[in-house]
């Protein structure tokens, strides 16, 4: 088998029709590392038939389904990037065999708890359970092998994922008591950049596969030496991650809370869509007045409007998608936390770069306490 020099931890369908799409893509036009082996990291049932797939089969389907400017499309393409799938639960060996020797770059996305720590791991024995301690004991093997550098790209849902994986990687191996020339190394040689990703992918098919919208980002954070593993339209490196960050938090998620904050409050119907929200006149009406009355303004006093009034032209049309039930009741999960994250900043810059900016809407669902308890 040809060498992979993309190591990806993580299954899920949406790096399949996310990062593995569009090294897919860069691999036919010749803008890509190479193939990627993909690593199981959980003990879920689900997992283990999608690694045992990722084995098996040389490609998979990732249907793209939606609007893009105005058109309705809905294609079916095939996704080849993956050469191999290994399970670090009964395949160690072999995952640090290609860790050490091919790897050029890492790829992540394990999920919402995927930082978090086990106190039983440790350098050596057992297989580590926790995400970060499994990339710690590998990182170990390649700086005991020969110390050649390595990219690392987190996609988690964290703010400055880079920086966060880093500094947690760093605290497993400080608690582990490895030497200092190995921190040294982690800290100075590995490459860390943050990344954010935008992509809704709404539906995982059998055995491998999703389906998802025409809408991608990527965007990664400019670090020297840490190239993305692919080029590709929807891969942007910036030295301004935190532009991409606002826009998809205070635009997107916060439409998206905003919605379901409405569902809690006047109780509509349980199994309401995203799309079928839109459709009430008066509730479509109530979402335009606060992006153009108390979230606009904003961007506008940061210097973002342009983008975020084409951002938001997009995220409309997504919401339109007639090809996904992305159900309010899924999105009213932990709807307080989320109202805090998604709203409160919004509140607070208004506060510091336009002080006179009325936020009726904003400042009802901040106290209204929907979601709550």
């Known amino acids: 088998m040809a060498a992979t020099p993309i190591l ?7 790096l399949q029709a996310h990062v593995d799409l569009f090294v897919s893509e860069g691999l036919k036009t010749g803008s890509a590392l190479g193939p990627i082996t993909v690593v199981r990291t959980t003990t879920s049932p689900e997992s283990a038939k999608r690694i045992a797939a990722f084995d098996r089969l040389r490609s ?10 105005g058109a309705v499309v809905d294609a079916c393409v095939e996704v080849s990037s993956v050469a191999r799938g290994l399970d670090a639960n009964t395949q160690w060996e072999a995952v640090e ?27 050596d024995g057992p297989v ?39 500094d947690t990687v760093l605290a497993v191996a400080r608690g582990w008591r490895l030497e200092p020339g190995f921190l040294e190394w982690l800290a100075t040689s590995c ?7 935008d992509r809704i992918v ?19 954070e400019a670090v020297p030496e840490a190239p993305p593993p692919c080029r590709h339209p929807a ?14 938090l205070f635009i997107l998620n916060l439409g998206h809370s905003f919605l379901a904050e409405r569902w809690l409050i006047d109780r509509r119907p349980a199994e309401e869509t995203v799309r079928e929200a839109l459709g009430d006149e008066r509730l479509r009406a109530d979402l335009d007045f606060l992006y153009e009355e108390e979230v606009l303004p904003v961007f506008d006093a940061i210097g973002l409007g342009p983008a975020a009034r084409d951002y938001r032209r997009v995220v409309i049309e997504r919401f339109l998608n007639p090809f996904l039930r992305h159900r309010l009741a899924d999105i009213a999960g932990n709807h307080e936390a989320k109202k805090q994250r998604r709203f409160r900043p919004v509140f607070e ?19 209204s306490g929907a979601g709550a308890g």
Do not use: M
Not at 191 to 197: A, D, G, H, K, M
Not at 211 to 216: I, Q, R, S
Not at 235 to 248: C, F, G, M, Q, S
């Open 191 to 197: 490459r860390w950049p943050s990344s954010l990703v």
């Open 8 to 14: 990806q931890f993580g299954t899920s369908r949406f």
């Open 349 to 367: 810059l208004a506060r510091r770069h336009c002080p006179g900016l009325r936020q009726p809407r904003l400042q009802a669902a901040l106290a």
């Open 60 to 69: 998979y389907p990732v249907h793209i389904r939606g609007l893009a400017g």
């Open 235 to 248: 891969i942007v490196v910036t030295d301004d991650l935190a532009r991409y960050e606002r826009l998809k």
């Open 97 to 123: 065999e290609v860790f050490v020797r091919e790897a050029e770059c890492v790829v992540s996305n394990t999920g919402e708890r995927g930082y978090e720590l086990h106190d039983g791991d440790g350098p």
């Open 202 to 220: 709404s539906e995982a098919l059998n055995p491998i596969g999703a389906v998802a919208e025409p809408y991608a980002l990527w965007a990664v």
């Open 128 to 166: 580590p359970r926790s995400f970060p301690a499994k990339l710690a004991r590998l990182l170990h093997a390649r700086y005991r092998h020969d110390r050649r550098p390595l990219a690392l790209f987190p996609t988690e849902l964290v703010t400055g994922n880079g920086a966060v994986l880093r």
